[in-house]
């Protein structure tokens, strides 16, 4: 992908229009895209002179977040930057504090775009029982008793340790007084290679210190589970125990809170 010089629209928006769209919701529409790597000066200088150094193309996720004419463009420009900015801003606490999440590329709060690295590899809601969505009812027709295996162990990790991953990655998130808002097995990848588990999509992410937060963001995490995958308390379970050893002493009012709040959403669900 080459960006023209010459042209009137702005960089970011030259970017958008050679990207390939990926999905699109309410908020914002999400495309892949590359961006040039250039060569280090150690690189050039190991080149030689004569010799001119390969392009090296970077796969990139954007984010856009595009205008909403229902809202006024004042208010519609102000929100934008300030979500453009607040996602950039947890992902980088996240980086600090050692989390695996994605790394950021580019930030452009005026056109409303957020540029980070492209993970290879599947979400944890593919990957469980009950998540894969099959487009074709025919292919799960034709899925023998060969097909069935475990598609986790393809990543050379078992079901146990994807969900000992999940614990720790939560708990290094909330040590860093990060709360998520959108705990859910799509918004978190199994990345090929490596076969680390990563966290994406903090659009929702907010900075908070207190037990509550954390707690809802676990139970929201439950609830999904519950909801996506068949059978799914072990699994959670498994989680929780991860989360539980990495967190330590911090475990024990958050577990208290935890519980105050499943009842609380169990009250809400007899009532309707």
């Given at each position: 992908?080459?960006?023209?010089?010459?042209?009137?629209?702005?960089?970011?928006?030259?970017?958008?229009?050679?990207?390939?769209?990926?999905?699109?919701?309410?908020?914002?529409?999400?495309?892949?895209?590359?961006?040039?790597?250039?060569?280090?000066?150690?690189?050039?200088?190991?080149?030689?002179?004569?010799?001119?150094?390969?392009?090296?193309?970077?796969?990139?996720?954007?984010?856009?977040?595009?205008?909403?004419?229902?809202?006024?463009?004042?208010?519609?420009?102000?929100?934008?930057?300030?979500?453009?900015?607040?996602?950039?801003?947890?992902?980088?606490?996240?980086?600090?504090?050692?989390?695996?999440?994605?790394?950021?590329?580019?930030?452009?709060?005026?056109?409303?775009?957020?540029?980070?690295?492209?993970?290879?590899?599947?979400?944890?809601?593919?990957?469980?029982?009950?998540?894969?969505?099959?487009?074709?009812?025919?292919?799960?027709?034709?899925?023998?008793?060969?097909?069935?295996?475990?598609?986790?162990?393809?990543?050379?990790?078992?079901?146990?340790?994807?969900?000992?991953?999940?614990?720790?990655?939560?708990?290094?998130?909330?040590?860093?007084?990060?709360?998520?808002?959108?705990?859910?097995?799509?918004?978190?990848?199994?990345?090929?290679?490596?076969?680390?588990?990563?966290?994406?999509?903090?659009?929702?992410?907010?900075?908070?210190?207190?037990?509550?937060?954390?707690?809802?963001?676990?139970?929201?995490?439950?609830?999904?589970?519950?909801?996506?995958?068949?059978?799914?308390?072990?699994?959670?379970?498994?989680?929780?125990?991860?989360?539980?050893?990495?967190?330590?002493?911090?475990?024990?009012?958050?577990?208290?809170?935890?519980?105050?709040?499943r009842l609380r959403g169990r009250k809400r669900s007899m009532v309707g």
């Amino acid at each position: 992908m080459h960006l023209s010089l010459s042209s009137s629209k702005p960089p970011t928006q030259q970017l958008l229009q050679s990207a390939d769209l990926v999905s699109q919701g309410a908020e914002a529409k999400v495309y892949k895209a590359y961006l040039r790597q250039f060569p280090t000066s150690g690189q050039v200088k190991n080149a030689g002179v004569d010799s001119a150094a390969p392009e090296a193309l970077e796969p990139v996720l954007l984010k856009y977040r595009f205008h909403k004419h229902y809202r006024h463009p004042t208010l519609d420009a102000s929100l934008t930057r300030q979500r453009i900015a607040g996602e950039a801003r947890a992902l980088m606490r996240c980086m600090r504090s050692g989390v695996n999440v994605p790394g950021i590329r580019m930030v452009d709060v005026n056109e409303g775009v957020l540029g980070i690295e492209w993970i290879d590899g599947q979400s944890v809601r593919q990957l469980l029982p009950g998540g894969a969505e099959l487009e074709d009812i025919s292919e799960l027709e034709e899925m023998d008793e060969n097909d069935a295996a475990d598609p986790i162990a393809d990543y050379g990790v078992s079901r146990d340790g994807l969900m000992d991953m999940i614990g720790v990655e939560i708990a290094k998130m909330h040590f860093a007084d990060v709360i998520h808002g959108d705990l859910t097995t799509s918004n978190m990848m199994l990345r090929k290679k490596k076969s680390d588990l990563v966290l994406i999509d903090f659009g929702l992410a907010y900075h908070s210190t207190l037990v509550e937060d954390k707690a809802v963001d676990l139970y929201v995490l439950e609830r999904a589970f519950a909801s996506t995958h068949p059978e799914s308390e072990p699994l959670f379970a498994g989680v929780l125990g991860a989360y539980e050893k990495r967190m330590g002493k911090h475990w024990l009012p958050i577990k208290k809170r935890l519980d105050d709040v499943r009842l609380r959403g169990r009250k809400r669900s007899m009532v309707g």
